[in-house]
C-alpha cells in the first residue's frame, strides 16, 4: 500500500485535502496532527529521511483569500521503499506556531531556524531558535510578502 | 640645467613622487576578499594563461596590515559589511580599493534586503570593474588602471586625512 493511503486511512479527520500530480502524494492536515503524522511516517512507514522543510506566505494570493495565510511544507523521503510524499499544514496568521520536529530529525533544527527567520513561524519545542541568515539586530521576516521590497537595515551606516 | 650640468653623469634627477610611485605600482600586495562565484575568475587571473604576476601583483596578502590594494570580489551582504569596514580600517596606507564585478559595484542583480547595494557605500573604491563576472581581461585592465592612478599620485597627501 502506498504511504499516501495508510496516512488517509489512518488520520482520515485531520486530512483537509490531498493530491497526486506527476508521481508526487501531497496532504494538507491540520497542525496539530504533525507530530503524530511524523512519528506515523517514520516508524510504520520507514520515511527515515526529512529531505526538506520549508514554508509559503500565501498573502494575496488568487483564490486563497480565506484560507490561512502561511503553509508548512515538508519533503519526506523512505530509503527503504523509495517512495516520497509532502506534507503541508496551513498556519493562521494571529498564531504563527507549529510542533517541532527535531527531536524526531536532526535535520529539522536549521531548516527550522531558516523559516523562523524569513517567515516568523514559531517552532514550540526547538531547543535554539535563533536567525540563522539574518544578523540579530534585522527587524522583521524578509520573505514574507508584506516585507517592504526595498527596505535596507544596514549594520553600519551607509554614504552615498 | 639642473644639476646634471653642473655634476655631470653622476647624477640622476628625479621628482621624488615618479621613484615612489613607480615601486609603489609595480608591487601591489593585494588582499583577496573574496565571497562568491567571481572568486573563480579572479583565480584564473592569478594562473600562467593570464599571469597578474606579470603586473607585480601576484602577491596575496592575508593579513590586512600587509596589503595596499583590497580586492572585493563577489556580493557583500549587510552581514558581512562590517567586516569589509574593518578589512578596509586596518589595512595601512596607501591604500586602494578595487571594486569586482556587478555585485561589490552595485549589488548587481541582488536589489534584495540582505545585500549592500555597491561598496562604495561602506568603503572609498579605486576602480570598479563591470561584469558578472568580468572577464580575466578586463581584470588585467583593471590592474593597468590602478596603475595610472597610483602614478599620478604625490607622497604627500594622504587620502585617510582630510
Ligand atoms: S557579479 Fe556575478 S559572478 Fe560576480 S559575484 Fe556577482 S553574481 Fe557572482
Not at chain 1, 539574518?134 to 508584506?146: A, S, T, V
Request: a neutral charge.
Amino acid at each position: 500500500m502506498k504511504a499516501i493511503e495508510s496516512l488517509k486511512e489512518k488520520f482520515s479527520d485531520k486530512i483537509i485535502s490531498h493530491d497526486s500530480f506527476a508521481g508526487q502524494d501531497f496532504i494538507t492536515a491540520k497542525k496539530e496532527c504533525l507530530k503524530d503524522m511524523a512519528v506515523f511516517l517514520r516508524d510504520e512507514l520507514h520515511f527515515d529521511f526529512l529531505s526538506d522543510l520549508t514554508c509559503v506566505d500565501y498573502k494575496g494570493y488568487p483564490g486563497r483569500e480565506n484560507a490561512p495565510r502561511f503553509e508548512t511544507v515538508y519533503h519526506f523521503y523512505s530509503h527503504k521503499t523509495k517512495e516520497r510524499i509532502s506534507l503541508k499544514f496551513p498556519i493562521e496568521e494571529t498564531s504563527p506556531n507549529i510542533d517541532s520536529l527535531t527531536g524526531l530529525w536532526l535535520a529539522a533544527n536549521w531548516y527550522e531556524r531558516e523559516v523562523y527567520d524569513m517567515y516568523g513561524i514559531h517552532f514550540t519545542g526547538h531547543p535554539d531558535l535563533r536567525r540563522i541568515l539574518m544578523y540579530e539586530e534585522f527587524k522583521g521576516h524578509p520573505l514574507r510578502k508584506d516585507y517592504p521590497l526595498k527596505a535596507r537595515q544596514p549594520r553600519i551606516p551607509h554614504e552615498d | 640645467m639642473g644639476l646634471e650640468t653642473i655634476f655631470g653623469n653622476s647624477f640622476l634627477t628625479s621628482r621624488v613622487d615618479e621613484a615612489v610611485n613607480w615601486a609603489r605600482k609595480y608591487s601591489f600586495f593585494q588582499y583577496p576578499f573574496v565571497t562568491a562565484c567571481c572568486g573563480m575568475e579572479f583565480m584564473s587571473v592569478w594562473a600562467s594563461t593570464y599571469d597578474i604576476a606579470r603586473f607585480g601583483a601576484e602577491f596575496p596578502r592575508f593579513s590586512p596590515r600587509q596589503a595596499d590594494v583590497l580586492f572585493v570580489v563577489g556580493t557583500v551582504n549587510e552581514k558581512l559589511a562590517p567586516s569589509l569596514k574593518r578589512v578596509y580600517d586596518q589595512m595601512a596606507e596607501p591604500k586602494w580599493v578595487v571594486s569586482f564585478g556587478v555585485c561589490a559595484t552595485s549589488g548587481g542583480f541582488y536589489d534584495n534586503y540582505a545585500t549592500v547595494q555597491g561598496i562604495d557605500k561602506i568603503i572609498p573604491v579605486d576602480v570598479y570593474i563591470p561584469g558578472c563576472p568580468p572577464r580575466p581581461q578586463a581584470i588585467l585592465d583593471a590592474l593597468i588602471k590602478l596603475q595610472e592612478k597610483v602614478s599620478k599620485e604625490t607622497v604627500l597627501k594622504y587620502k585617510g586625512l582630510k
